[in-house]
């Protein structure tokens, strides 16, 4: 796999969500276990870095494969003294996972590249971990692979032209006003797989996020790549050096937490549920119509202006990043 510059590359092409498209997702079948508050019990992991901790929800239940992966380089010490090799601030992504600072040195529990794994339950939204995916192989036997390279994606709101590639490629209404809420890299779902999710210390990966940056200067590959029309992102790392000092891997107990970064209490999940119902009504009758995405409508927003409602649900974007934990519970 190339660097991790591709990354950004990514953000231009949004997965079709639409049921009975090949490759799809049934919208109605997503369970947004992401936006609600952990259960007790569920695995987690506490990373140190010399900017502060992070604590990592980890979704062993949804791909379990890259969770064990990533529990046994924890257990074998693989990502302590890191370095958080790079940052792409066009798609959020705070890199780590990678024994070289070049971010050339992945490792898996295997010793090779694995197939990944995907849950239409997980998606890019600001606080996910991700697994940094790639394509090997020639064209009718090229698959996706992941290995230890892993990214956060730290705070981006949506600006219009991903939401207007979420309203291109029919994004349920409950994901879009979930993107509003709380922002993301939607252009990223169902590629780079999503695995965790970070519960505590979202403030550490937005300082990161926006530290002082150093430019990477592309491979000569890579520059001779462009000239025949592969688009890079400019490729960036702080300029001081963020190391990981320790990764360690526990449960989640509520009792722990006062509050949860990235997630909804209670009653902003069922706000979001109700206000989502009347949005996407409204998107199944413009696409019947033949009218969805023709114009500015609520339709394509994913904001209803049907009910009035809506507009005090739209105080809880600031709240759920760091929600009671004992009424998300």
Known sequence: MKKIVRLAAALLAAVTLLAGCS????????????????EEGQ???????????????????????????????????????????????TAGAVLFGSETDDGMSPDTNTGKPIEAEYSDNLWPFTGAVCALCGDQGQFLTRKTYFDSRSFFVAEKEIDEETRAKMVENYFPAMMMNAFEDLGGAPGLSQYHTVFGKVIQGMDVVNAIASADMTEIELTEEEKAQMEDGVEYETPYRPTEDVIINSVTLSTYHAEDYETLDNTYTEEEYQDLVQRSEIDQAAIDEAIQDGTYGQSDTSAESGASTENSATESSTESAGSAESSEASQAE
């Open 23 to 38: 490759g799809g997702v049934d919208p109605s079948n997503i369970d947004y276990i992401q936006l609600r508050a952990p």
């Open 43 to 89: 695995d987690i992991a506490i990373m140190d870095t010399t900017l502060g901790e992070i604590t990592i929800l980890l979704y062993t239940e949804e791909v379990p494969t890259v969770v064990q992966n990533f529990k046994d380089l924890v257990n074998e010490g693989f990502f302590d003294g890191q370095v958080i090799y790079q940052v792409v601030p």
